[in-house]
């Protein structure tokens, strides 16, 4: 039906064509563009309709400048004078004049008997209350008893349990002679660098002459069992790749050994933030000493100067530099968290140059020092 519809216009618009005339013209070209008739009809039909109907309305808002002819500018007022300075009455005070004629002058019968100073009007100084620091105040309270008691308590605990290690001396003239345990938990890959501590305690009883006699096989310790209370390890060594969870026994042990004096050096075999491990043993760690957070361990911190003196923290494995983290408990380091993943240079003792990678080494006699100097 359209299709004829159309036919018909097209035979009409050539029959249009064929007459000589300027309407019939106009009305082929009206044919020829009919589209646009009708939608230009549509559309002024539209606007016939609603050109009476009020869409929006526009409310000036003072203030504007499309307003500015509908408000009234007052000119600046002009400031007030600036108040008159009043003279304060000068406070009198009576002067007494010697009425006895001691002596036959005019200067004797004008002399003051009083002295001046008792007409000097004085201010007294202003008395500063003494500051006083909250943390200054100490308060005797049950509470507080109770904390001293446990804090002496903890304190002959650590040295009933630290004085069989036999370290003698400091920094490179310490004397020791010590097993390093690897801590064994059960969900975890605790043994992933099997040869890493080997290598190091050859090198720490290589470069301090054996003065420090370390055992050159590291022995497992199993932190679930009593065995962290019957050999009495300085320290712990922790690592592991995966993430893990610490047996509820696990948790308790690692607690009461750290508050006798013991010791954690965790060092992640994953190097970097945020890995599996790393997100594991901080939450771990939480669950053992919930009261404590990791902090970072300054450049100016003693362990780097334990052993060798003014040494700086290398990158670890995959050129990690993260800065090395602790926790101390009464001022001494309990936990030393290394992100870096320097087992593994201490395992091949080759960077990725093929040179030995010294400064790893030096970072972990240091840290090694570290545990047995502080129990001198």
Request: charge should be positive.
């Amino acid at each position: 039906m359209a299709f004829n519809l159309e036919r018909k216009i097209e035979k009409l618009v050539q029959a249009i064509w064929t007459r000589r005339g300027g309407l019939w013209l106009f009305m082929a070209a009206l044919l020829r563009s009919r589209y646009f008739v009708l939608s230009l009809i549509f559309y002024l039909t539209l606007l016939l309709i609603f050109s009476g109907y009020v869409i929006s309305t526009y409310m000036p808002i003072r203030g504007s400048f499309e307003g500015a002819d509908q408000l009234m500018v007052l000119p600046e007022a002009t400031p007030p004078p600036p108040p008159s300075r009043q003279q304060q009455p000068a406070a009198s005070k009576e002067v007494q004049v010697s009425a006895v004629s001691a002596a036959k002058t005019d200067i004797a019968r004008i002399t003051v008997q009083h002295s001046p100073a008792a007409y000097a009007k004085t201010t007294p100084a202003p008395q500063v209350a003494p500051v006083v620091k909250m943390s200054e105040v100490k308060i005797e309270t049950d509470m507080a008893s109770r904390i001293k008691a446990a804090n002496i308590q903890r304190l002959q605990n650590v040295r009933n349990f630290t004085k069989d290690w036999g370290v003698t001396g400091s920094k490179k003239a310490v004397r020791a002679r010590f097993t390093i345990f690897k801590a064994k938990y059960q969900d975890g890959d605790w043994n992933c660098n099997p040869e890493d501590l080997a290598n190091l305690m050859l090198q720490i009883r290589a470069w301090s002459r054996n003065r420090i006699d370390a055992n050159l096989h590291p022995e497992v310790l199993d932190v679930g069992t009593d065995q962290l209370f019957t050999l009495k390890p300085p320290f712990v060594y922790l690592t592991g790749h995966k993430d893990f969870r610490f047996l509820d026994q696990e948790v308790q042990n690692l607690r009461d050994y750290l508050m006798v004096g013991g010791a954690v050096w965790a060092d992640t075999a994953l190097a970097g933030r945020r890995s599996r491990f790393d997100i594991a043993f901080r939450r771990e760690m939480a669950r053992v000493l919930p009261d404590r957070e990791f902090e970072d361990v300054k450049p100016d911190h003693e362990m780097f100067n334990t052993f060798f003196d003014d040494i700086d923290q290398p990158a670890g494995i995959n050129f990690y530099h993260e800065p090395i983290e602790m926790i101390n408990i009464g001022n001494e380091l309990a936990v030393l968290y290394t992100l870096n993943g320097y087992g593994h240079f201490w395992e091949s003792r080759l960077n990725r140059q093929g040179n030995i990678e010294w400064n790893s080494i030096l970072v972990g006699t240091n840290a090694a020092g570290q545990f047995l100097w502080r129990t001198v």
